[in-house]
């Protein structure tokens, strides 16, 4: 199993102790460019896709879960999974 695998493992498995560096890691594999915007959101890009916000945490070093789960269902990652899982 590769770093992306255990990576997308995690964040389906632990979505309430992701880091920041975690969702950084996905978006980075997944081909998306990071854009700071004014405060302390940062936004993903990735061309043929929407954009995808990412509060960073003022307190604890967690994002908030509900961000996770939409990355998960909008991503697809679940199935990003499966099919690793078949080869």
């Known amino acids: 199993m590769g770093a ?3 990576l997308v493992g995690k964040i389906i498995s632990k979505p309430d102790k992701i880091t920041k560096n975690d ?3 996905l ?3 997944l081909g998306f460019t990071k854009k700071k915007k004014p405060g302390s959101e940062i936004v993903f890009h990735r061309k043929g896709s929407i954009a995808f916000p990412l509060p960073t945490p003022k307190k604890g070093k967690y994002i908030k879960i509900e961000y996770i789960k939409r990355f998960i269902q909008l991503l697809e ?3 990003y ?4 899982k078949e080869d």
Not at 81 to 84: A, F, T, V
């Open 81 to 84: 999974l499966e099919s690793y």
């Open 77 to 79: 990652l679940e199935d």
């Open 27 to 29: 978006f980075e594999f």
């Open 4 to 6: 992306f695998e255990k």
């Open 23 to 25: 969702c950084f890691r």
